[in-house]
């Protein structure tokens, strides 16, 4: 099977973390030549693997040398430089780079002073406190690598990888094998499906009458290093030397069983088998069956299942043992949230940001296209020195607004910024100046180590400009690579819906954030909102709307709470109702 782009682009981040560590800095020539390529190659339409080396170099970003490393990988199923580079560093000092304070300077003098090349070793060298004695570190660089570790949720025992990377890689999978004329269905299960923020490994589950064939395609793929087991309907490979993926082939008839039993979560698993119990049936990942007579109750469709059972279909997101089953048998189970119900974005850059890729005409037409009805167009502030716009640049891009709006009759747009709440809760700009704008989401980028009451001080405190309408990703926090800050939940949720102010459900697989605990928190107080926005930098991150979406349904939030749900004329008396308050 030929690479697909998807395979290509993760052999060349590969090879940027590995050529880090053989460059000893995050940034080199030959690194951000790397990552140039592969901005370009995301925007790419077509397969990059029938491109030739002539037609790959004639890409704008991607240099000659990149260009016969991808035409070696697309050729070989491998890069011949990463191939000699594991055999230096082992694949586990990846997953060090990416821990907080550990750059590829330091993951390399723990491999060359401690023999440390990953995380266990990491953990039993820091218990013996013998980081502190590294160049350049010291006690508290070595206390901080520790805190960050604990606060990451990081375990030597069991391997777990952010959401963000491990979507990227099932999705990868799953569209790789749904090319094959054998495959009939096929999906990704587990905790994955589930929505959690770390994942152990992925599972998927595939319907076809060549279980065979499908397996051994699966083994086969381009980024797969290698295989941990192989039978005539599973098997067990690593992908990208960082994950284990395993896949099942099932019996068409079966699959609803076993995509329910396999994506879980144990304790909600157990208190379906329990309501089978009650009416004389079993329930396992082949069929939900009468046990006296063997008789099939249900096993095709998960709906089918737990139509069965007397209950409506829970969401994936939802099942974690948390009561949904009791909500559910009791219809009190909030209706889920879907795409659809999301009429605006009230978060998204443009390249008027230093950090946005597409242009305010493209971002406004992919908006279009995805069937919203309003936007705020919320480019940083000045405060972020690298990538925020000066008063001068805000009223000119108030103007370049302007005409946007000729041009997009059928789209509301509203002029906003995301704003940055400093330590003491302030914002940008003075008070008088933040009327230009029609809608802002204040935001947390810097300070994300303060106190957990200084931190509910510092968002109350923004909640209180009458200029700030959403609190965006509240935390801050980046999955797998940094917690953010902690903040009473409770408090900020009371002071929220005092303000009238809404908190954001960020999209990113790298946020999702308010997480699913404190929504599910949230949802307990009265008059707290929410806003489901994509934070985009790019036309392609719109897509993004779904995870947020998901996010909401894993935290019980309905609809009726989310701001850019409403109907355009709601939702600007809404926003408008802070502002005259």
């Known amino acids: 099977m030929k690479a697909s782009n998807e395979a290509v682009i993760a052999a060349l981040r590969q090879l940027v973390a590995y050529t880090q560590l053989e460059d000893g800095q995050s940034q080199s020539f030959r690194t951000r030549a790397y990552d140039k390529a592969i901005d370009a190659l995301l925007s790419v339409n077509g397969d990059i693997a029938d491109m030739s080396l002539a037609e790959l170099k004639a890409i704008d970003g991607v240099g000659d040398s990149t260009a016969r490393k991808i035409v070696e990988f697309t050729s070989n199923g491998s890069i011949g430089k990463v191939d000699r580079l594991k055999e230096r560093f082992p694949p586990g000092m990846l997953e060090l780079m990416k821990i907080p304070g550990l750059g590829p300077k330091t993951v390399l003098a723990l491999q060359d002073h401690l023999d440390v090349v990953d995380i266990a070793g990491l953990k039993a060298a820091l218990e013996e406190e013998k980081l502190r004695n590294l160049p350049g570190l010291g006690k508290k660089s070595e206390e901080k690598i520790a805190e960050a570790i604990e606060l990451l949720g990081i375990h030597s025992d069991e391997r777990r990888t952010p959401i963000y990377d491990a979507m990227s890689i099932a999705n990868r999978i799953v569209r790789d094998l749904a090319q094959l004329d054998s495959v009939e269905t096929i999906e990704y299960a587990g905790s994955l499906r589930r929505l959690s923020e770390t994942i152990g490994d992925i599972d998927i589950l595939a319907t076809s009458e060549d279980a065979a064939s499908v397996i051994e ?28 993926v395993d896949l099942r082939v099932v019996d068409v008839s079966e699959f609803g069983a076993a ?54 279909w829970i969401p994936p997101e939802m099942r974690e043992g948390t009561g949904e089953v009791t909500a559910a048998a009791e219809g009190r189970l909030p209706d889920p949230m879907a795409v659809e119900d999301i009429r605006g974005d009230l978060h998204f850059h443009t390249d008027w940001s230093g950090d946005g890729r597409s242009t305010m005409d493209e971002m406004l037409q992919a908006a279009l296209d995805r069937g919203l009805e309003y936007v705020a167009i919320t480019d940083h502030a000045e405060d972020l020195a690298m990538n925020g716009l000066s008063r001068e640049r805000v009223m000119e891009e108030q103007a370049a607004i302007e005409v946007a709006r000729e041009r997009f009759p059928d789209l509301t747009i509203l002029h906003g910024a995301e704003l940055n709440i400093g330590p003491e809760g302030s914002v940008d700009y003075d008070d008088e100046f933040l009327k230009v704008f029609d809608f802002t989401v204040a935001s947390i980028h810097s300070h994300f180590d303060l106190p957990q009451d200084q931190q ?57 954030d308010l997480s699913a605990a404190a929504l599910r928190e949230l949802v307990t107080i009265d008059g707290v909102l929410f806003a489901i926005s994509t934070d985009a930098h790019h036309t392609s991150e719109l897509e993004n709307l779904r995870w947020g979406v998901a996010q909401a349904r894993k935290g019980w939030v309905e609809s009726s709470r989310v701001v850019n749900s409403l109907p355009i004329g709601e939702f600007m008396a809404w926003k408008a109702r802070k502002r005259t308050d």
């Not at 980024?223 to 284990?244: E, F, H, I, N, P």
């Not at 396992?284 to 095709?300: C, D, H, I, R």
């Not at 609190?471 to 303000?499: L, N, Q, Y």
Request: charged content about 20%; aromatic content about 6%.
């Open 456 to 512: 509910t001080a510092r968002l109350i405190a923004a909640m209180d400009n009458p200029a700030v309408n959403v609190i965006g990703h509240p935390s801050g926090r980046r999955i797998g690579m940094r917690p953010g800050a902690r903040f009473d939940v409770a408090a900020v949720g009371h002071h929220a819906a005092e303000t009238g102010t809404a908190l954001e459900i960020n999209c990113h697989l790298q946020r999702l």
């Open 217 to 244: 395609a699966f083994v086969g793929l381009p980024g797969v290093t290698a295989t941990l087991g192989k039978g005539t309907t599973k098997a067990s490979v690593v992908v990208d030397d960082s994950m284990q």
């Open 259 to 312: 995509l329910l039993y396999f994506t879980g979560s144990k304790s909600h698993n157990i208190e379906l088998r329990q309501r089978a119990m009650d009416r004389g049936w079993t329930l396992n990942e082949y069929a939900l069956t009468e046990v006296e007579s063997e008789k099939v109750v249900a096993a095709s469709t998960e709906s089918d299942i737990y139509a069965a059972l007397e209950l409506p």
